[in-house]
């Protein structure tokens, strides 16, 4: 660690990265333990990418390609797809549109915080210790919805009097977003052997999250993560990414990274989630992973992730069972996962295994 003592305080919401980033060294909270320090592989990770126009209506190409889908999904739970039917100007907009939020004095950003929603810097006001090296903005999209501008009127609710405007591109990428999703959710269903339609019935009520991320340079980038290694609690995230590079997954004991593709820059991640490790009944896997921070240049990234109707039971579809004996995981619902993650536990390595381990001690003592 650099010499010197860093002064910087947290405010009351956060802290100010544009400080934070002229100390000699980062603040305590920010610096993680040796075990999660662990270096990269400097290796590539091996994911398909998935032409998702070119599988359009050919059922060969379709099956070729959730045949490379069920593999990597089996394996880390990682692919990628590319034309999707998303603008490139549509993308390019959204970050805009994200990083007029991030630009804002801190005073003006912290006071975009609603419940779980809106503005968030470091993670501060839930945790104390290893915080992320970040800044985020995030907020619900429901598949079913009262108001066509549902993503336009929360985000002028909470910054409105700074950014007047504000909203009305994430509205759009988040319609593109539910259409991006059935395309996936109908390639997941056929790797799996269920009905094509399985999920996206399944889905067709989705409480989706969306969020963008910004992770500010650091000095001391070897300390700290953007994100640290967890698996996320959620169904699947589709992920865009800049041309920064950080992502990385763990796959037989080594950290691969998962690089942008400079030739194609549209390009989606697509990592699967504990509450779809369930729906596959454990046959996909929701793996490990993290996001370094660079030591020089920003990163970027707008992250969607899909989750079932709150009240849903989680259960995969019948052909993945044999009889109930043969289940992995106990019916839960998506409300019952994330209010362990918001409540009990910080998103890691071992929530699915902690969540259920507990929801099957709450079912045996209401017995």
Known sequence: MASGTATVMPSVKGFDFTVLQKENEIPKQFVWSEKDLVKSSFEKLDTPLIDLKAIKGDETAMASAAQL???ACMKHGFFEVINHGVDPDL??????EFDSIFKLPLNNKVKGKKNQWGYSCGLAERFSSSLPWKEIVTYPYHY????QSQVLDFLNSVFGEDLPHIGSVNQRYCEAMKKVSMDILELLAISLGADRSHFQRYFEDCEAIMRGNSYPPCKDFNLTFGVGPHCDPTSLTILNQDQVGGLEVFVDDKW???PP???TPGAFVINIGDTFTALSNGLYKSCLHRVLVNEDVERKSLTFFLNPKSDKTVKPPKNLFESEEKRKYPDFTWSDLYHFTQKRRRADADTLPCFVESLLASK???I
């Open 261 to 263: 593709r400079p030739e």
């Open 364 to 366: 045996s003592s209401n």
């Open 144 to 147: 079913v919805h009262q108001s």
């Open 91 to 96: 993308i390019a907009a959204t970050y805009q």
């Open 69 to 71: 889908v069920r593999n």
């Open 256 to 258: 691969f990274s998962v």
